[in-house]
């Protein structure tokens, strides 16, 4: 049947639903075009960039602009963090109350330099979060180190002493600023025990911290008693309970600024219960930094080493300025700037990631018995102890 036999009525019914039928391929078509090139546009393609004039509307803040989910955030940080321990064990330097209490001691002793006004404490102040917020700190005579002087809390943690890990352990690095010649100054290992055996309220000291040694007045033991002092001095803070499941203990900046710092790597470096501390990394591993300090390629002699640091922590770090080897960031957020320019992809951090992290950060601050830091008596001079000597 054609539509010239059929009524008019009719004929136009049919029309209009054959229109329909075939304008349906086309609507299809277009959406499919559509959907195809909006994929393409947010892949990138191959299509130019709009013009610079033309700028993207800010996103609303809402949803997106929340902090993330504290029981979901706390699942992806246990991969990178663990909580401080209480103490920092050693097997090979176990920690008794008697060595702690002579190391704490010796620490505040200024008699272990030359001229006796120079103590660990000098440069690593226990109530100002353990440093002097120098660039590089006074020594003998005022002569001034090459490097900032890092924080002693937390770090027995670490798995390496000093900016270029020359010391294994606390015992070790110890003994080492007490002999260099811009530090402490004193002449010899011989010179320090002898002018310790002339002061005799240090004799029993020494015997009840090492009571199985028949001369417990010795070099090493110096050493082992300040180490085992300062593997006390460890300062948990809200992170700490945040990974001991408490989600409430960081606020929302804090927890946004967590999320950002896994996100952009900085979780690279900073790893484990100190966030730092457990490796070496070079300065300027995204971007070249230019420093004259070659590292731990003064020790190691291997040019791979070259601008080669040990990572520190960020324990503390809202209060442990300056910064970097040289102390030459002047504040966290020239250090945050650092960082995120040498040393990440991103290569930048605006207004609001900046405040985030630094919220982060701030959640780093621990607290310390402060019986366990406080300044204790130090023994008296004996009628052959050395003088101060300035030269």
Request: glycine residues 8%; hydrophobic residues 35%; neutral net charge.
């Amino acid at each position: 049947m054609t539509t010239d036999t059929m009524n008019p009525t009719t004929a136009m019914k049919r029309m209009t639903r054959m229109t329909r039928m075939n304008q349906r391929p086309r609507a299809i078509r277009a959406l499919a075009i559509a959907a195809t090139i909006a994929l393409a546009g947010a892949c990138g393609g191959d299509k130019e960039p709009p013009p610079k004039a033309i700028k993207a509307a800010k996103p609303k803040k809402g949803a997106a602009d929340a902090a993330p989910s504290g029981s979901q955030l706390l699942t992806a940080a246990k991969k990178f963090f663990s909580p401080l321990p209480a103490v920092a064990e050693s097997a090979a330097n176990p920690i008794t109350p008697e060595k702690v209490t002579l190391g704490r001691i010796l620490y505040y002793d200024p008699r272990l330099s030359k001229n006796h006004d120079v103590s660990c404490n000098s440069c690593h102040k226990l109530d100002n979060f353990g440093v002097d917020n120098e660039g590089t700190s006074p020594g003998h005579r005022a002569q001034r180190g090459e490097r900032n002087s890092p924080t002693v809390y937390n770090a027995a943690a670490h798995f390496a002493q000093f900016w270029d890990g020359r010391a294994a352990t606390v015992e070790e690095q110890a003994g080492m600023p007490v002999l260099n010649p811009v530090e402490m100054a004193m002449g010899s290992e011989a010179q320090v025990v002898d002018m310790i055996k002339t002061i005799p309220g240090y004799e029993p000291l020494f015997k009840s911290a090492f009571p199985s040694d028949g001369d417990p007045i010795t070099y090493r033991n110096i050493g082992m008693a300040i180490g085992a002092f300062e593997r006390g001095l460890m300062t948990p803070g809200p992170f700490d309970e945040f990974l001991k499941g408490n989600i409430t203990a960081l606020g929302p900046d804090a927890l946004k600024g967590l999320q950002l710092f896994i996100d952009i790597g900085c979780t690279n470096c900073h790893v484990g219960p100190t966030l730092g501390g457990t490796m070496f990394q070079k300065l300027g591993s995204a971007k070249k930094y230019e420093t004259k300090d070659e590292g731990r390629f003064k020790i190691t002699g291997n040019p791979e080493d070259k601008f080669v640091f040990k990572v520190p922590s960020l324990r503390n770090i809202s209060h442990t300025a300056p910064y970097l080897h040289d102390g030459s960031a002047e504040n966290l957020d020239a250090v945050l700037s650092v960082m995120a320019e040498y040393q990440t992809a991103k290569g930048h951090l605006d207004d609001d990631e900046r405040t985030a992290i630094k919220a982060f950060l701030s959640a780093l601050d621990g607290t310390i018995d402060p019986a366990y830091i406080a300044k204790p008596d130090l023994p008296e001079n004996g009628p052959k102890t050395p003088a101060p000597d300035p030269d």
